[in-house]
């Protein structure tokens, strides 16, 4: 890409907005131009590298295992949480079409906007916006896992009544009654129902309180949002 194009680029971009022409034009003849094919991978999580990446060209899928977390286009960047904290990446990114990108390593930062609040201001908005968008998807997340375990409470509540009918079936065929013996095989199914017992009441354990942690967590995250 010719300069004068990522100059404008980086002109049109929240990080880079306010510098002159001749300060942008530095910044691109000393920080690294990367092309990606569609697929290729950025970095990895738990990568260590320290670098901001400013998209020029092209698209980039930002993932967490098999979650994907977000795609990111021309004039977004992303990689500065790992620069600022210096610690290892916590989501990785690949291409998903052919990408160009600008490569802002640590030593650029510092130099160019370290010590520039404007610079800084637009990364705590970017990462406002992240944050926000992340609730916002966890309190998604969240809505759904309470379904989920709602419906698995009620197939476990229809178990119990298939279970009071084992019960009563096996009281049945013991012999308390005159007019039926007792059979072979009772006891195997006694402890058949016993086990259903005790698996259904140990769920119900389980629900109750996964139900009551999400309960917690919404709440959590609606007071920070």
């Known amino acids: 890409m010719e300069k004068s194009r990522k100059i404008q680029l980086l002109k049109e971009t929240d990080l880079l907005s306010f510098f002159d022409e001749s300060t942008l034009s530095k910044l691109v003849e000393h920080c690294r131009e990367i092309s990606l094919s569609p697929k290729e991978v950025l970095f990895n999580e738990d990568d260590l590298e320290n670098a901001v990446y400013l998209i020029l060209e092209g698209e980039l899928e930002v993932f967490k295992g098999p979650k994907q977390i977000a795609i990111l286009g021309p004039g977004q960047y992303l990689g500065e949480m790992s620069l600022i904290e210096s610690k290892a990446r916590s989501a990785s990114a690949r291409a998903q079409q052919t990408t160009l990108l600008i490569e802002i390593n640590e030593e650029h930062f510092h130099s160019y906007l370290a010590s520039e609040p404007k610079a800084l201001l637009a990364i705590m ?27 698995i409470h009620n197939f476990l509540s229809t178990l119990g009544l298939a279970e009071l009918t084992i019960e009563d079936s096996i009281e049945m065929f013991e012999g308390t009654d005159s007019k039926h013996k007792k059979r072979e095989g009772l006891e195997d199914m006694a402890h058949c129902q016993h086990v259903v017992e005790t698996v259904r009441t140990n769920l119900m354990e389980l629900l109750d309180s996964s139900l009551n942690h999400v309960k917690k967590n919404q709440n959590n995250l609606f007071y920070r949002s």
Do not use: V
């Not at 908005?125 to 997340?141: A, F």
């Open 125 to 151: 908005r970017t990462l406002s916006g992240r944050i926000r968008n992340d609730l916002e998807t966890m309190m998604k997340d969240l809505r759904q896992l309470s379904i989920f375990t709602h419906d």
